[in-house]
């Protein structure tokens, strides 16, 4: 273990988790001193190609309230063959099948480089992955075109026995019946009106005789096919008819008059795709697709009236109060989300459109049930297209990017409380002894329900210390916490995987050096801005900055060098020293500043930041900036203003947008042509270099970034200019005209004012 | 000048007063000879005798006439009849009082009739001086003149005053000539009225005085005597019905001096045969009545023979009278009778003597059915329903499509009240013509509309009087002067005619169309093309009869002859399928489709429509995508075992879809079940037997939930007609389920346990004939009327949201509105009454269009002359749908003696005031209403106002819809079926059987039968009839072989089985709806069934015969004289 940097990257690597502290301190009112808190950034379902899943049943602890699995930090008693719990401490007898067990003749969950392991488990019927398609069909005849050819490729895509069902929905909603011969069949509704499940069920006759749904039951099949087989069929089976289906697919007929939105039911169509697929698969996995190209318009759920001259709400109408159906709105899919969630399924959202269609009222639709959420101009871009054939990406084992119904439980030792997850989950309310009655994000239990999931999403988890500080733990203790995620994988096999970490307990005021040194600032970071992201979704805005300037200027005080009231004795350690920065630009980013934003662009930069994991999540708050130019390969610049230089040409990676940016005499070369000159084919690579890293990079993002492609002087060069420290603006004169950089025409504060400012209050002694 | 169908115009100007040749009818002409009658009479012999003593005095009239076969000698055995009846007391008091106590009797206002009625002329005198001061109205003295008359006959002196009156009251009826006369008569009569007026209540009193003003009447009265026998318009019936109470033991008494007692007794004498009676007491006498109006005639005898109508009275002539007076010569068998069997007051009245219906229509056949009924003249009566006559519009719209229950309306609301008639139309506004006879022109007043009256918006029309040179025209209806758009100027000729008077349809014709402006359109737009939606109901019931498959077989064919306007190529109507169960499947059949779609709309709660683009389409540019959705609709419920239906969603559905296709049309909801499934209007099963004859009764005919009127509503708004197929295998509750097709102006059609073999020819004609129909939409109509009366009430299958206006989603060529009128002022002698009908509605291709028709009646201050003018098919349509909407809100107890109690009271006042003075006894009935007991008895008897057991609670509210949209055809042949002798057809020719009554006794068991009443064919087959004819119509052997199941007569290859088969097919054509046959052995089960038809006969649940009705109608007439 050379260095943390190297320990924490091995952690991740094996198990997924990255800790804000990788010591941990020792009592309650230490930890509560060390600002940021104890959490962790779990990827529970973190890409393993070396980890073959083992084909039994895990071993659990007998304490009822403990059930922890049997793990590699776990006491054994080989002659015994006995284990005593490293949770609990309950002693337990092996099963059976474990009679062989000896110091050289260890299970895989033993042995430690199996900290994290993976069962595959028989339970419950296998019910083949659904994919219910939810298709607006208010959409431009080029955009309906386009998006029924994503659809019908979308279909060889699909694993060949999945079940895959056509809700197309306009004014009105239809649900296409899928079985039929001859004519094709469609349940028609109104989209003004809002349905309970039962009334769905009842009006597709789904309803079944009182025979509930049971699990374990797996020969139900007489019947349960003929139900639901209507309006979901194995791939296999319709293909053709779905193709052909979606090709005679129109526009939608009913006319709209000038100065209209077409009137659009997102809301019960919604509603219904819900109440379909619970009433025929509750508790499988199962994708409802929404694509959706404008707002919902009408009935439940909608976001906007028809009339055009009422444009949609903005950010200064919801601050105003003036959104007129936001509360409703959201309120009714909130409810959507909530009973999708339930049934274990999960919601994706691909909204193309050039205004807004009502992302902010749907978002939990998607931030719920680990859904996507996909957001674009129009279904007829590469963006939408790539991304979309995305979703159905396989892994580096040839397996589906996607597991459903995952349920992750987590469990700590004594000295650790769970205090709340933040991520694409929701709480399943289970409340037990290792429960915080502190709550960070979504609190109050130690199990959550991951809906849809795929090998990126990543949970932030926070505890809490409650060890006492007159109760020292014993020298060389460790706390351990241990991650157990239940889940359908994509070939439909439920898989368990077990993660458990130790981490060795620290006194803070004995051993701060250690404490400090074992900080992640990078998961600090992530975990800090998540909370100040969830905060955000609830609390004004300059609230949340004023939050986290305070714990930023905390953290500085406790962990910081200086003299008091000397700024410039000020000195931050290693392992603490990019911290600021990150604040810094956190404090700009698009996830806490609304402005030149709309409520729907925040809302899907809010959805993507709370689900990726570490190295994603660091680039949407500092986006990374690559320089290409003679003078070198290319190199990683400052997020700077001074960095915009006329001879470079940049490569800045936000996550959501990747821009590549001439530099000013770059640009007049191109434009001269030089390029296309054999004795510059120097320039022509040049040129060249940034496009294919860039691909590179478009290649593999989910969802697809917005390639932008410009120059100095181009007006896309703002997605740049808007993201870069301002150094130099017009309010630094002294930079004009200098060979160092590009002034930035703004009033935002520069990364040096802020750190200026902070260190002036981090050594003030009136704080 | 926008006339649009040139071809046409040119006859019907060019002979713009050849109509008035009209007049000639040749009827009247025909039937001078009164004197006929009485040969009748004199056959008559039997049961009348007993008749005519009741009714001495007036009998007496006419006894002379008769011949006086019928001595009256016999009449003194009536006496006793009358006593039988409780009037008898009353009419003693009459007739003895009369001169002193009349007046007491009966206050003068009310009861003006009475005086006819009494008997008393001799005392009259002093009475009448008393009275002095009588208000009486000039119609009552006239009234009562006739009154006095007839009773002159048997006193001297009234029957001068008689003769006097006599004119006017023809008069007013059909010749100018007449009126002339009348005029003139009039004149003296007033003036002697002058005094009599006081006392017209006790009219017969009065009735005197004239007399004395004019002594030559009294001369005249012997001989005219024999004229007043024809003057016909009163039938008179003997008690015959009666004299099976008492008739026969009282007799004795009444002889001669009865007569005298009463005051009549003098009259009497002058007239041995009805003297006889003269204890009038026995009223029965009935024949007698003959005479009443025609006393009046009396001295126009010879001129009667125009007005064949007053001859009929004359008793004994009833029967066959018809020789000299075709019209109205009833059947009045009875006469004969009174004359033949005076003393022996026979049980039971001969049915042969009482108004026989097939007499009545046969005559009217053979003397109005040759020569083209002419419109131009004001108040003409037109033949009868059952006569085929060619009409030639001059002026007045046709028959066809107006008829009236008076052609003669009182001038004032006193006269109406007092007569009980009441006045109403059938209006049947889209009627069907003969291909001989011009559809209405079509008329383009251009951008302005057509030309209306200021004030009341009537509609130009030839009754508009044009003044100041053409610059200005006087609305006849309201007389307001409206300036004549400059257009529309045109010059007048010498006689104050326009110049281009036969041009012009709306000048010269009493019917035509307007092309309606945007003005007339439904948010001022001009209609698209209506609609067609057939609604399938797809349950396991109508899957598995194989209806389902049925009626997909037929749309694919029937869709080709959808309605077209004139000569276009195409039809415009869309078509637009839906099928239904607990759930609704809409079709998208857009031509650009491989394959139908379809949309399953399950939320019934909430109904709407899944698509707007492909539900509607024209059936040509989508033929292949019908026809294979019609191909897979069978295929595809093949095997559904969903039994519950829903009901209102269907409806709301069609109505939604023509919402959203912003157009009218029709539903067509082929429909099988009870709709119990959980959905708005769902329903449940309420019917219960046991609440007929409860005061819970009507609840069966109500619907049981608002959900549907308040449908119909919106259904009417958008122009949404509903035409509604029902295969019932059990209650389905039409009361309700029918709600909206009534009041949208569609149809029902009911196929009880329909099975696919037995109903199907019947569903499919009637669907095609429905599809096919001319139909508009979206329609208003309002009936405007001269100054002094007004529409008030109005039957048949609409909605109104107003008081004036009737709005009718859909109407059809078959759809009959029956309004009734009311006085609110007077109307004058001389300017008539004016209708004017005008139906805004959009065609079938979408023409937004007014039909006008007019029509123009005489106004009379003689009851007399009412009586005169009367029809009585139509007063039956108007009382038969009186009397159905009644059990909506009255026991139906309570209906039916109103209804009894309003024909009393119309025969009474006719009795009193119209008909000559005779016993009280004597059943008299005015020409034109001898048959009003006969058919009214029918009416009651109908299944809706008397259920037998076996008759569904959906049935009576199924006839109980039907009836009120039905035409006077209809109602005349559902109430008095038709009655034909197969065998006794002639093979050869192509005419009918002449047709025989409706009861049992006319049956011989050796013959076939064939009975039809518009939803009906019955074959009844007698037990004797020859093999051979069996053979030949049934195809087997014998008797026992024959098949009651057959529906159809099966096709042979000879004489008999064609002609029968013709006669089917032929009356098939004359029916809007196509007649289930049903074969009837005589003594088999289903004879029972068929029994029910025979009207005439006592019926099995409680209703009366004929004989016993009419008996009992005397009984109630006598109590309300007396």
Request: glycine residues 8%; neutral net charge.
């Amino acid at each position: 273990m050379a260095t943390y940097l190297e320990f924490i990257q091995q952690n991740e690597e094996r198990d997924g988790v990255r800790f804000s502290w990788n010591v941990w301190p020792s009592s309650r009112l230490e930890a509560t001193r060390m600002v940021v808190p104890l959490a962790c950034l779990l990827t529970p379902l973190r890409e393993r190609p070396d980890l073959p899943p083992v084909q039994y049943e895990p071993v659990l602890c007998s304490r009822a309230t403990c059930k922890a699995v049997l793990n590699p930090l776990c006491q054994v008693d080989y002659r015994a063959k006995l284990w005593a719990c490293n949770f609990c401490f309950q002693r337990n007898q092996f099963p059976p099948a474990y009679a062989g067990i000896s110091e050289v003749n260890q299970p895989a969950e033993l042995m430690p480089q199996f900290s994290t392991i993976e069962y595959i488990v028989q339970r419950g019927p296998q019910t083949p992955l659904i994919f219910l398609y939810v298709v607006d069909t208010c959409l431009e005849e080029e955009d309906l075109q386009a998006l029924k050819e994503s659809l019908q490729m979308s279909l060889s895509l699909l694993p060949a026995d999945a079940l895959v069902g056509l809700i197309t929905f306009g004014r009105m909603i239809q649900v296409h019946e899928l079985s039929c011969e001859g004519i094709s069949k469609s349940y028609v509704f109104r989209g003004t009106k809002d349905l309970t499940a039962k009334q769905i069920q009842d009006m597709l006759g789904l309803s079944r005789p009182a025979v509930p749904i049971q699990q374990g039951r797996p020969l139900q099949a007489p019947e349960q096919p003929v139900i639901s087989s209507r309006f979901l069929q194995p791939v296999h089976k319709i293909d053709m008819n779905l193709t052909d289906l979606l090709g005679e697919l129109q526009r939608d007929p009913w006319p709209v008059t000038q100065g209209k939105r077409p009137l659009r039911s997102t809301g019960v169509a919604l509603s219904i795709a819900v109440g379909l697929l619970e009433g025929t698969f509750p508790n499988t996995g199962a994708r409802i697709m929404l694509f959706t190209g404008g707002p919902p318009t009408q009935g439940p759920g909608m976001v906007v009236g028809d009339e055009l001259k009422t444009p949609i709400r903005s950010w200064h109408d919801i601050e105003k109060d003036n959104a007129r159906f936001m509360k409703k709105a959201t309120k009714h899919y909130e409810t959507l989300a909530n009973r999708t969630a339930t049934n274990g399924h999960c919601i994706d959202i691909y909204a193309c459109a050039l205004d807004q269609t009502g992302l902010l009222e749907m978002k939990c639709c998607a931030n719920l049930t680990g859904g996507h959420m996909v957001m674009g101009d129009s279904f007829n871009t590469s963006l939408f297209k790539q991304t979309f054939q995305r979703v159905f990406n396989k892994g580096l084992n040839g397996e589906f990017r996607m597991a459903f119904g995952a349920n992750l439980e987590v469990k700590t030792s004594r000295e650790l409380k769970i205090a709340g997850a933040i991520g694409p989950c929701v709480s399943l309310n289970v409340k037990g002894p290792c429960v915080s009655e502190n709550e960070l994000g979504i609190g109050g239990t130690s199990q959550w329900k991951i809906c849809g999931l795929d090998p990126c999403t990543t949970l932030a988890i926070y505890f809490e210390v409650v060890n006492q500080h007159n109760a020292p733990i014993p020298q060389g203790g460790r706390g351990a916490v241990q991650f157990v995620t239940q889940y359908q994988h994509s070939s439909t096999q439920k898989r368990i995987r077990v993660t458990t970490i130790a981490r060795n307990w620290a006194d803070a005021q004995s051993q701060l050096q250690h404490i400090e040194a074992a900080f992640d600032q990078e998961a600090a970071a992530v975990l800090m801005a998540r909370l100040g992201v969830y905060r955000a979704e609830s609390e004004e805005g300059p609230d949340v900055l004023r939050w986290l300037d305070r714990q930023l200027i905390r953290l500085c005080q406790k962990f910081g060098q200086y003299n008091k009231d000397d700024p410039n004795s000020f000195r931050l350690s290693e392992s603490f020293s990019l911290y600021p920065q990150f604040m810094f630009h956190l404090r700009r980013s698009p996830f806490l500043q609304v402005f030149n934003n709309s409520p729907d662009e925040s809302s899907y930069y809010r959805h993507h930041f709370a689900r990726q994991d570490l190295t994603q999540s660091l680039i949407m708050i500092q986006p990374i900036l690559y320089a290409y130019s003679f003078h070198g390969p290319p190199e990683p610049v400052l997020l700077d203003s001074s960095s915009i230089l006329p001879d470079r040409i940049l490569l800045m990676d936000t996550f959501f947008q990747i821009v590549i940016y001439l530099g000013e005499t770059i640009a007049q070369w191109q434009k001269a042509g030089y390029q296309d000159m054999p004795e510059y084919e120097n320039f022509k690579h040049l040129l060249q270099a940034p496009l294919d890293d860039a691909q590179e990079i478009l290649q593999t993002r989910f969802p697809m970034p917005r390639y932008v492609h410009t120059e100095h002087g181009g007006s896309q060069a703002r997605f740049l200019l808007s993201k870069v420290n301002p150094s130099q603006t017009h309010n630094n004169l002294y930079a004009w005209g200098q060979e160092s950089g590009a002034p930035i025409l703004t009033d935002d504060v520069s990364l040096q004012v802020f750190m200026d400012h902070l260190k002036k209050l981090a050594v003030s002694s009136a704080a | 000048m926008s006339v649009n169908q040139h071809t046409h115009a040119g006859p019907p100007y060019g002979q713009p007063q050849p109509g008035y040749q009209g007049y000639q009818q040749p009827a009247y002409g025909g039937q001078p000879l009164p004197g006929v009658p009485h040969t009748q009479y004199g056959a008559y012999n039997g049961p009348m005798p007993g008749y005519q003593q009741p009714v001495p005095p007036q009998g007496s009239v006419r006894a002379l006439p008769t011949s006086g076969a019928p001595p009256p000698a016999s009449g003194t055995s009536l006496p006793s009849g009358h006593q039988g009846y409780s009037q008898f007391g009353q009419g003693d008091v009459q007739n003895g009082i009369p001169t002193s106590t009349a007046p007491m009797q009966r206050p003068p206002a009310s009861q003006p009739f009475l005086p006819g009625s009494a008997p008393a002329p001799v005392s009259q005198p002093s009475t009448f001086q008393q009275y002095g001061p009588p208000p009486s109205s000039v119609q009552q003295l006239s009234n009562h003149m006739a009154g006095m008359t007839i009773g002159s006959t048997s006193i001297s002196a009234p029957p001068p005053a008689g003769l006097g009156y006599g004119p006017p009251t023809s008069v007013p009826p059909v010749s100018g000539s007449f009126s002339a006369t009348g005029s003139g008569l009039y004149a003296p009569y007033t003036a002697s009225q002058g005094p009599p007026p006081p006392s017209v209540p006790q009219g017969l009193p009065l009735a005197q005085p004239p007399f004395s003003g004019q002594p030559v009447p009294t001369q005249r009265l012997p001989t005219e005597v024999p004229g007043f026998a024809p003057p016909p318009s009163s039938t008179g019936i003997g008690p015959s019905s009666y004299p099976p109470s008492t008739g026969a033991p009282r007799p004795p008494p009444m002889p001669g001096p009865p007569l005298s007692g009463q005051t009549v007794a003098g009259p009497p004498m002058s007239q041995p045969n009805h003297v006889s009676s003269p204890p009038p007491p026995s009223t029965l006498s009935g024949p007698h009545p003959g005479p009443p109006m025609s006393g009046l005639h009396g001295p126009p005898p010879p001129t009667h023979p125009p007005q064949p109508g007053y001859q009929m009275q004359q008793n004994g002539s009833f029967g066959q009278v018809r020789g000299p007076q075709p019209n109205y010569s009833g059947a009045y068998p009875g006469t004969p009778n009174y004359g033949s069997q005076p003393g022996p007051p026979p049980k039971r009245l001969d049915p042969d003597s009482i108004p026989s219906p097939i007499q009545v229509i046969e005559d009217d056949r053979s003397n109005r059915g040759s020569e083209p009924f002419v419109t131009g003249v004001r108040g003409q009566v037109p033949p009868l329903v059952t006569t085929n006559f060619l009409v030639e519009d001059q002026g007045n719209a046709s028959p066809r499509y107006i008829r009236c229950t008076s052609y003669n309306i009182p001038c004032t609301s006193d006269m109406a009240k007092q007569s009980q008639v009441p006045l109403a139309a059938v209006i049947k506004p889209l009627a069907t013509l003969p291909p001989e006879e011009t559809l209405p022109y079509l008329v383009d007043h251009g951008e302005s509309g057509p030309v209306r009256c200021n004030r009341c918006k009537a509609y130009m029309c030839p009754f508009m009087q044009f003044i100041e040179g053409g610059r200005r025209f006087q609305c006849c209806f309201c007389s307001c002067v409206t300036e004549v758009p400059a257009h529309y100027f045109q010059h007048l000729d010498h006689t104050g005619k326009r110049v281009d008077f036969y041009d012009r349809p709306e000048l010269s014709l009493g019917s035509y169309e307007f092309l309606a402006t945007v003005d007339y359109c439904k948010n001022n737009k001009f209609p698209s093309p209506p609609a067609f939606i057939f609604m399938i109901d797809v349950s396991y019931n109508a899957v598995k009869s194989g209806l389902v498959r049925l009626i997909c077989e037929e749309l694919k064919s029937i869709l080709d002859y959808l309605p077209r306007e004139g000569n276009m190529e195409e039809s415009a109507i869309r078509v637009g399928f839906v099928t239904y169960n607990k759930v609704l499947h809409f079709y998208n059949v857009k031509s650009s489709l491989a394959q139908p779609q379809m949309m399953v709309v399950s939320d019934v709660a909430d109904m709407f429509v899944p698509l707007l683009d492909g539900f509607l389409v024209n059936v040509n540019e989508s033929r292949t995508v019908i026809a294979s959705l019609l191909d897979q609709i069978p295929e595809m419920f093949a095997d559904t075992r969903e039994t519950e239906t829903v009901f209102g969603p269907v409806i709301q559905a069609g109505l939604e879809a023509l919402k959203a296709a912003e157009c009218a049309g029709k539903l067509f909801i082929f429909h099988t079940s009870l709709p119990i499934a959980e959905a708005p209007g769902k329903l449940k099963n309420r019917d219960d037997k046991k609440l007929i004859n409860t005061d819970k009764e009507k609840t069966l005919f109500q619907p049981q939930t608002s959900f549907y009127s308040n449908l119909a509503k919106d259904c009417v708004a958008q122009g949404c007609c509903v035409d509604l197929f029902l295969f019932p295998n059990q209650y389905l509750d039409v009361a309700t389920l029918g709600v909206v097709t009534y009041q949208t102006g569609g149809s029902i059609y009911k196929y009880a346990y329909f099975q696919l073999e037995t109903d199907q020819d019947r569903f499919l004609n009637d669907l095609r004939r429905d599809v096919q129909k001319e139909v508009g939409f979206d329609a208003v109509m309002r009936v405007r009327t001269s100054t002094g009366i007004r529409a008030t009430d109005f039957f048949g299958a609409f909605y109104m949201s107003n008081t004036t206006d009737v709005e009718m989603a859909g109407l059809d060529c078959d759809k009959t509105i029956t309004v009734e009128f009311k006085h609110d002022d007077k109307l004058s002698e001389d300017s008539g009454a004016l209708l004017q009908c005008a139906l805004l509605y959009t065609s079938c291709a979408g023409q937004r269009r007014l039909r006008i028709h007019n029509l123009s009646l005489n106004c009379c201050t003689q009851l007399a002359d009412l009586y005169r003018n009367c029809e009585t098919d139509t007063l039956i349509n108007y009382l038969a749908k009186y009397a159905y909407r009644g059990v909506l809100n009255s026991p139906v107890k309570a209906v039916r003696d109103s209804l009894i109690n309003q024909c009393a009271q119309i025969l009474a006042c006719y009795r009193k005031n119209c008909a000559s003075p005779s016993s009280a006894g004597q059943l008299i009935l005015p020409e034109c209403m001898k048959l009003l007991p006969v058919y009214l008895n029918c009416v009651l008897k109908s299944d809706v106002l008397q259920p037998g057991p076996e008759v569904t609670t959906d049935d009576r509210a199924y006839i109980r819809q039907l009836v009120t949209s039905m035409d006077v055809a209809e109602t005349n042949v559902f109430f008095y079926p038709r009655l034909l002798p197969l065998t006794k057809a002639d093979v050869d020719s192509d005419s009918l059987p002449a047709a025989i009554r409706n009861s049992e006794e006319r049956l011989s068991k050796g013959d076939i039968y064939l009975l039809e009443n518009g939803l009906n064919i019955f074959v009844w087959v007698g037990v004797n009839v020859q093999q051979a004819l069996i053979q030949n119509l049934f195809g087997v052997s014998s008797f026992s072989q024959i098949s009651s199941t057959l529906s159809t007569l099966p096709v042979l290859e000879n004489p008999f089985s064609k002609k029968v088969r013709s006669i089917i097919d032929m009356l098939h054509l004359q029916r809007s709806r196509y007649m289930k046959l049903i074969i009837v052995k005589q003594e088999d089960k289903l004879e029972m069934l068929f029994k029910h038809f025979l009207v005439e006969d006592k019926s099995l649940t409680g209703g009366a015969s004929y004989v016993d009705f009419l008996c009992h109608m005397h009984k109630e007439i006598r109590q309300l004289l007396s």
